[in-house]
């Protein structure tokens, strides 16, 4: 089965008033780190998504789900 990542990133991010910049600042990595997350070209470990979501302050649901399953 397959359960694809998604995020909400730069929503929470644009809605917080934060610059990837000021997010990447935050969490301790480069704006392009922030960049490909929010176009999910890349998929943080656990502890960089908690540290988003700490930024954001909201649940690191509300920031990475998975979509539907589908059978492979």
Avoid at 58 to 68: H, K, N, Q
């Amino acid at each position: 089965m397959s359960f694809p990542l998604t995020n909400r990133l730069k929503l929470l991010r644009t809605e917080a008033g934060l610059t990837q910049a000021e997010m990447s600042e935050f969490v301790g990595v480069s704006r392009k780190t922030i960049n490909t997350i929010e176009n999910s070209i890349f998929i943080p470990l656990t502890v960089l998504a908690l540290k988003l979501s700490v930024a954001l302050n909201v649940p690191v649901e509300d920031v990475f789900m998975l979509t539907s399953a589908t059978k492979q």
